[in-house]
């Protein structure tokens, strides 16, 4: 079973930015970066295609966000710019297990989920 972990979370104030990475302790292909706020449901934020690096993101965060991976390191980041409150949520990691499938922007498609790791945006 691969195990993800996430870090670099943190409390910030608006307008500015985080980096959170993630490392899996196997090999893994599609990556992806989901959020969920309290008493939301969760959502996706971006993903990436494991070997073009290809990203897709959500609306919201589009323009502002990045996602990069690194196959070497077993590792996905995101980039956080122009931090907004409304980005105050509990950033998840996912991974695809399986190589060859489209890049997914819905939980289910996902076989492995980090701990989860809070981003606080303050005004």
């Known amino acids: 079973q691969v195990q993800l972990r996430e870090s670099g979370g943190g409390l910030v104030q608006a307008g500015t930015s985080l980096r959170l990475s993630c490392v899996a302790s196997?090999?893994?292909?599609?990556k992806a970066w989901f959020r969920q706020a309290p008493g939301k449901e969760r959502e996706f934020v971006a993903a990436?295609?494991?070997?073009?690096?290809?990203?897709t993101y959500a609306n919201s965060v589009a323009g502002r966000f990045t996602i990069s991976r690194d196959n070497a390191k077993n590792m996905v980041y995101l980039q956080l710019n122009s931090l907004k409150p409304e980005d105050t949520a509990v950033y998840y990691c996912?991974?695809?297990?399986?190589?060859?499938?489209?890049?997914?922007?819905?939980?289910?498609?996902?076989?492995?989920w980090g701990q989860g790791i809070q981003v606080t945006v303050t005004s």
């Open positions: 196997g090999r893994t292909f599609n």
């Open positions: 990436i295609y494991w070997s073009s690096g290809s990203p």
């Open positions: 996912a991974a695809d297990r399986l190589m060859g499938r489209s890049v997914a922007v819905t939980p289910g498609a996902y076989d492995y």
